[in-house]
Antibody, heavy 122, light 111 residues
């Protein structure tokens, strides 16, 4: 059974860089059948797609966050990562990692991580 | 402000049917058959209920169905059950520069 697990600091200071890693188990991140992505949800609010990556390294970002986001993949560790720079309180959210089947596009998420709350505060 | 517009809340009694709308534009919902719907219970990760407009993943009840007319996609839940009470989000492809846009979410209350 595929599992995705987010890890990283739960507290980040304003203006610093948020860094999260998603570890994939029960399946290979190098599969040509899937994209891997990040989605966030501020407390009490809706979902926002941050961006996604293909195992080859091709990336796709939300235009509203593109200037601050970097998503990378480490196939040797079966992990992919998110970096969000110059964070503010508005970046406080539950961050989910996700799998998108290529055949259905990035609007389809068939597996989600459990989510990790990242709070931006001094 | 979300790219896709959903009603903030809908409600229904057990056994009834409800429909949640998701209104976009000719640049997203209207142009592609790539709308998905997610169910989210409090404190949980979202769950895929419908993809590619009307397809149901394995294990999702056939009480859930998706459709589209023009720039509006819809999720219909028939035979409402208490366990259906949750937040529902639509999601659409909006072109190569913005592959994913979400709706603001709809809270479903089962009376």
């Amino acid at each position: 059974q595929l599992q995705l697990q987010e890890s990283g600091p739960g507290l980040v200071k304003p203006s610093e860089t948020l860094s999260l890693t998603c570890t994939v188990s029960g399946g290979s991140i190098s599969s040509s059948s899937y994209y891997w992505g990040w989605i966030r949800q501020p407390p009490g609010k809706g979902l926002e797609w941050i961006g996604s990556i293909y195992y080859s390294g091709s990336t796709y970002y939300n235009p509203s966050l593109k200037s601050r986001v970097t998503i990378s993949v480490d196939t040797s560790k079966n992990q992919f990562s998110l970096k969000l720079s110059s964070v503010t309180a508005a970046d406080t959210a539950v961050y989910y990692c996700a799998r998108h089947p290529v055949a259905s596009g990035m609007t389809t998420v068939d597996y989600w991580g459990q989510g990790t709350l990242v709070t931006v505060s001094s | 402000q979300s790219a896709l517009t959903q009603p903030a809340s809908v409600s229904g009694s057990p056994g009834q049917s409800i429909t949640i709308s998701c209104t976009g534009t000719s640049s997203d919902v209207g142009s592609y058959n790539l709308v998905s719907w997610y169910q989210q219970h409090p404190g949980k990760a979202p769950k895929l209920m419908i993809y590619e407009g009307s397809k149901r993943p394995s294990g999702v009840s056939n009480r859930f169905s998706g459709s589209k007319s023009g720039n509006t996609a819809s999720l219909t839940i028939s035979g409402l059950q208490a366990e259906d009470e949750a937040d529902y989000y639509c999601c659409s492809y909006a072109g190569s520069s913005t592959p994913v846009v979400f709706g603001g979410g709809t809270k479903l209350t089962v009376l």
